[in-house]
């Protein structure tokens, strides 16, 4: 009977220490809400290009037209034309892009690379390259087997997508 009685009481006493030393949960809350956060800054990201949604290529002038894997589906994300004006969604914001320099082999009128520079919503500056490698021709154009398509932000973060697309002339 003694040894059943101080079992019980060390049950006792141990149930009392764990109930005595875990926190309440409302400071176990308190605790978690004070830890540091740390939030990533939208002035420190790389741009990030959305959907363009409609484009077209004028009657009587080239352009070229990329996209992007978006799991299963191709999402039309960039537009160039011959007289060097391109076209992104870039932030959530429709961007006209202005050509700055071309080198490489063309096909209808577009050069193989091409970098193009815009403002940002806040102002700061957004390079474009697009480097493409050609793919098959037909009349009026050519197919972009493969590519890179690279935005920088005034701040140096990059980001680089795999692309293809399509270069031709509208009659």
Known sequence: MIHAR???LM????VLAACETAPEPDA????????PVVQVSVDTEAP???ALGSYSIPS??????????????????????????????????????????VRGQARAKMPQIQEFS??????SLITV??????GTSFPGGSYVERGTLTLTGA?????????AGIAGCKA
């Open 6 to 8: 101080l079992l019980l």
């Open 48 to 50: 990030d290009p959305g």
């Open 60 to 101: 009587g002038r080239c352009g070229m037209v990329l996209w992007a894997r978006a799991g299963t589906e191709t999402v039309p994300i960039f537009q160039a034309l011959d007289d060097g004006n391109g076209l992104m969604e870039i932030d959530g914001r429709r961007t006209g892009l202005s050509r700055q320099s």
């Open 129 to 134: 390259e697009a480097e493409t490698v050609w």
């Open 28 to 35: 176990a809350a308190a605790i978690e809400r004070a830890k």
């Open 11 to 14: 049950t006792g006493a141990a």
């Open 118 to 123: 815009a403002h940002s919503a806040d102002g």
């Open 155 to 163: 701040d140096g973060w990059q980001r680089v997508m795999p692309v």
